[in-house]
């Protein structure tokens, strides 16, 4: 089945600062998700971005399917943004959204 | 609108009793998840449902667990004779799995299970 990678596993930032998360899947996909996972464990949706580039905020995204990545962009990085980022795929011909292990950030004030 | 939601949000029970853990899906959704996510790692996959019947059950890890959505909205997750390996948080999605809507999946809050 399909692998999904995601780097950094851990990442610390300081207040303001701006951030890349990657996510690599190892073969095509129909759908791509990404989350923030709140302290209190409660997953948050960011994007549903199959393909292209969408932003909302300071947050923004890009899927390249072709390429088999997808990256999140944090700028002017909030304490608030601290937490666990996951992407999910999902794999044409299958109904199983697949996981990568997370980026655990932290934001220093 | 009202989101997914889980019941009961914490769950304590003895080594070999049996569990049932809810999931209400946002109104009008047809495809619904169940994800187990033990700590420090990413969700799971357990079940999909598309409407009452189980689309995929492939990720059950055996025969003591068992899920049912009779009137294709709410779900139960059963467990039997649990184990200690079975505590986690379970995790219920739902999604509208329409052409236009596509199927972006929604999370509840999750149920804590802890097997004594």
């Known amino acids: 089945g399909i692998q999904v990678e995601q780097s950094p596993p851990d990442l610390i930032l300081q207040e303001g600062a701006n951030s890349t998360l990657r996510c690599n899947f190892s073969?095509?996909?129909?759908?791509l998700q990404w989350f923030h996972q709140n302290p209190w464990g409660q997953l948050i949706n960011l994007f549903y971005i199959p393909s292209g580039t969408k932003q909302n905020g300071r947050l923004s995204a890009t899927t390249v399917a072709t390429e088999r990545y997808s990256l999140l962009y944090i700028s002017s990085s909030q304490t608030t943004d601290s937490g666990v980022y996951f992407c999910?795929?999902?794999?044409?011909?299958?109904?199983?959204?697949?996981f990568g292990t997370g980026t655990r950030l932290k934001v220093l004030a | 609108g009202a989101g997914v939601s889980q019941t009961p949000s914490n769950k304590v029970t003895e080594k070999g009793k049996y569990v049932e853990l809810r999931c209400d899906p946002i109104s009008g959704h047809t495809a619904l998840y169940w994800y187990r996510q033990s700590l420090g790692q990413g969700p799971e996959f357990l079940i999909y449902f598309q409407g009452t019947g189980a689309a995929d059950d492939s990720g059950l890890p055996n025969d003591r667990f068992f899920a049912v959505r009779p009137e294709g909205s709410v779900s139960t997750l059963k467990i039997q004779r649990t184990e200690r390996g079975d505590s986690a948080v379970y995790l219920c999605a739902s999604s509208p799995w329409t052409t236009v809507e596509g199927n972006e999946q929604f999370f509840g809050p999750g149920t804590r299970l802890t097997v004594l």
């Open positions: 999910a795929a999902l794999t044409s011909g299958t109904y199983k959204y697949i």
């Open positions: 073969d095509s996909v129909n759908n």
